[in-house]
């Protein structure tokens, strides 16, 4: 183990706003708007204020589906939220999501329009508005739930735990990431066991279990989040690899992982969706080369 660190905590904490860390500039103690600035609102009932994280491919990735399902009333405009500028605390953003966090959709089909933030809260709501995507025999419903809210609790030990100490943290904290570490590995036996007989998260069909996890958990053992695929032995979790491979191989997936996303190769981002036709025509690498820059 590395030395302890001297720090002793003072009686009452303050807030050093230039302690480090990649997220520094975004990180407060306090919650509300920082500036005023309305959100845009496109001419679909479904309007997403979000960038493609992991939780915020999971909202695009159950448009996509539900849209390949044929549900008309799913269509939605996608606008980019940039968390590293902070738009994030705008007074338009915090309305739709007081806690300041992407992803945040309203729905313009309802009078008033509904917001809604959280996104298992999020997929939830779209299951129950289309009647998709989730089981409907009570047993399965519940396990299906179940599942849902598991990502909903361990997705933070995964990204504000491992991976902030893993890979953004300042400092290399040998306790932080052998807890962490010890905690995500843990995790990835529950899902490794639960799909060793299971097809998908619930059984035999695909739902908003396997959506809500599989951004964060098929990330991690692909390599794409965190790049920590050889260090947490990815390859050692069968039966989550083949299930994370499935998954990716959906089309709907290859679709909701490219919008809203401000990185990567130029031709996989979708910055702003509103229409399926964009897929085509409005990627970065089409669009004129001084945007592309952008
Ligand atoms: N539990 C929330 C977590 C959302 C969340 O942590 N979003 C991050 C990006 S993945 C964010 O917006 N961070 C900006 C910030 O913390 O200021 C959910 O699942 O929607």
Redo the contacts with the bound molecule.
Sequence with gaps: MNEPSSYEPPKVWKWVSESGGV?AN??RPIAGPTHDKELPVGEHPLQLYS?A????VKVTIMLEELLALGFEGAEYDAYLIR?GEGD?FGSGFVDANPN????ALVDHSTSPSTRV????AILLYLAEKFGALMPKDPALRAECLSWLFWQ?GSAPYL?GGFGHFYRYAPHRIEYAIDRFTMEVKRQLDVLDRRLADNRFMCGDDYTIADISIWPWYGGLVAGKVYDAAEFIDAQSYEHVNRWAGEIAMRETVKRGRMVNRANGPLEEQLRERHAASDFETRTQDKLEPEEAQD
């Design positions: 997220f975004i990180n960038l994280t992991p939780n915020g968390i994030q300041s966090k992407i992803p933030f959280e996104s298992g909903m990204g």
